[in-house]
């Protein structure tokens, strides 16, 4: 973690935030985003809600009320809905996700905390909950993390309060729609991110192939940021500089706590 820290810091990158996945990693995430001057969200990832005990809810709820005043805790998250993995798709994985995601929102109002949300094939389910646990004024704040739905979709995220998280995935020449909206959307919609270890920009990418054969995925890193965000500036005509700033200012926005850290 150290000399990852200090390459990402070398190239630009002066913050970091860490989600938490599951409960065994919240006091971890904690602690790292205190040593480096970072930040933390504290939740349970749907890909982790088959291994997450009945009161692993009841655990999130009790770190949320105890890190409260913490200003280095900055979201719940990662939460969210994953329809892309066959076992999360079917009974009974799919109703218990969809528990633990209700039931974190539920939390987020509680705390009047901000959303990272895990959105893969899920986008309209995830917003369909929004809306009905919205309703009576309340206005949601985050961001739809590594964000690849439809411009529909995109425009209703931002319409409820979110911002639209781009990674490595906008980088590949392939992914047309991903591209087109980094191109076209507001420009106050926009973050830029890693998801480091995942999401591999196209310079990292090892395919199939070679990756059967025994090449191994090169992991993906904080301080890829810079260049993601150069793929994106010059997708929208922008200085790098300016794209820079922007996105800055959009995650202090989605994420009001990062604004005093970033001083």
Same mark, same amino acid.
């Given at each position: 973690?150290?000399? #990852?820290?200090?390459q990402?810091?070398?190239l630009? &990158?002066?913050h970091? &935030?860490?989600?938490?996945?599951?409960?065994a990693?919240?006091?971890?995430?904690?602690?790292?985003a205190? /040593?480096?001057?970072d930040?933390?969200?504290?939740? /349970?990832?749907?890909?982790?809600?088959?291994? %997450?005990?009945?009161?692993?809810?009841?655990?999130?709820?009790?770190a949320?009320?105890?890190?409260?005043?913490?200003?280095?805790l900055?979201? &719940?998250g990662? #939460?969210?809905?994953?329809?892309?993995?066959?076992? $999360?798709?079917q009974?009974?994985?799919?109703?218990?996700?969809?528990?633990?995601?209700?039931?974190? $929102?539920? !939390?987020?109002?509680?705390?009047?905390?901000?959303?990272? $949300?895990?959105?893969?094939?899920?986008?309209?389910? !995830?917003?369909?909950h $929004?809306?009905?646990?919205?309703?009576?004024?309340w206005?949601?704040?985050? #961001?739809?993390?590594?964000f690849?739905?439809?411009?529909?979709?995109?425009?209703?995220? /931002?319409?409820?309060?979110?911002? *639209?998280?781009?990674?490595?995935?906008?980088?590949?020449?392939?992914? !047309?729609?991903?591209?087109?909206?980094a191109?076209? *959307?507001p420009?106050?919609? *926009?973050?830029?991110?890693?998801?480091?270890?995942? #999401?591999?920009?196209?310079?990292?990418?090892?395919? =199939?192939e !070679?990756?059967?054969?025994?090449?191994?995925?090169? %992991?993906?890193?904080?301080?890829?940021?810079?260049?993601?965000?150069?793929?994106v500036?010059?997708?929208?005509?922008?200085?790098?500089?300016? *794209?820079?700033?922007?996105?800055?200012?959009? =995650?202090?926005?989605?994420?009001?706590?990062?604004?005093?850290?970033?001083?």
């Amino acid at each position: 973690m150290p000399e #990852i820290r200090v390459q990402a810091a070398r190239l630009g &990158v002066v913050h970091c &935030v860490i989600p938490a996945v599951e409960v065994a990693n919240f006091d971890v995430v904690r602690q790292l985003a205190h /040593i480096y001057h970072d930040s933390y969200c504290l939740g /349970i990832h749907p890909l982790y809600v088959a291994q %997450a005990g009945d009161d692993a809810l009841a655990v999130l709820d009790a770190a949320l009320q105890a890190h409260a005043a913490d200003g280095r805790l900055v979201a &719940v998250g990662e #939460i969210g809905l994953d329809y892309f993995v066959p076992a $999360l798709c079917q009974s009974p994985l799919r109703e218990r996700q969809e528990q633990f995601y209700r039931a974190q $929102l539920h !939390l987020a109002k509680k705390y009047a905390m901000p959303l990272v $949300l895990h959105v893969r094939r899920s986008a309209d389910v !995830l917003l369909k909950h $929004l809306r009905e646990l919205g309703q009576g004024g309340w206005r949601w704040s985050g #961001i739809a993390h590594a964000f690849n739905g439809s411009e529909a979709q995109a425009q209703e995220f /931002i319409r409820l309060g979110f911002k *639209l998280g781009f990674g490595g995935a906008v980088t590949f020449e392939r992914a !047309l729609r991903l591209r087109h909206l980094a191109r076209v *959307l507001p420009q106050d919609a *926009l973050v830029l991110e890693t998801d480091a270890p995942d #999401i591999a920009p196209q310079w990292l990418y090892t395919p =199939a192939e !070679l990756r059967q054969a025994g090449v191994a995925q090169a %992991a993906n890193t904080p301080a890829e940021l810079p260049r993601i965000g150069a793929v994106v500036a010059a997708l929208r005509a922008m200085a790098v500089e300016d *794209l820079a700033a922007a996105t800055t200012h959009n =995650a202090c926005q989605a994420l009001p706590r990062l604004a005093p850290l970033l001083v």
